[in-house]
């Protein structure tokens, strides 16, 4: 299995975990983009949000998401949250990920 992000979930690469639950993983991420940058992802290999044939899983994303903007402190001032789906959308990783970013004000839309 060369899928780097399937390799840190099975720990063979490094990361900085910060929170999972049964069914995704949330660690940091290697070049953040703002104070918080943490990317959580499915534990089964799921390509894009396309890809995802079992939608609850996409919630499972999105709960360990919420969690771990709520245990970065990112409540009460906001957070964005990020899903780059294929190559116009710049995905460079393509095992299925949601940034979570926060700490700073981010401009809207994005370039
Ligand atoms: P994408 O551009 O596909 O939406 O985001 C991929 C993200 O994965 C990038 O923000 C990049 O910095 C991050 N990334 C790439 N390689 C690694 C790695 O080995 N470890 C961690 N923690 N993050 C990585
Ligand atoms: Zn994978």
């Not at 190559?87 to 940034?99: D, P, R």
Request: proline share 5%; aromatic share 6%; glycine share 8%.
């Amino acid at each position: 299995m060369s899928c780097l992000f399937c390799r840190i979930v099975k720990r063979e690469v490094p990361a900085n975990v910060v929170a999972e639950n049964e069914h995704a993983l949330a660690f940091r991420d290697i070049n953040p983009a703002a104070p918080t940058h943490v990317l959580v992802i499915p534990k089964v290999h799921v390509t894009d949000v396309s890809e995802a044939s079992d939608t609850s899983l996409l919630g499972q994303v999105f709960a360990l998401a919420r969690q771990v903007a709520k245990s970065e402190g990112l409540e009460q001032d906001g957070y964005r949250l990020v899903v780059n789906n294929g190559k116009n959308a710049g995905q460079s990783v393509f095992h299925l990920h949601m940034h979570v970013l926060g700490g700073r004000a981010m401009a809207w839309p994005p370039g």
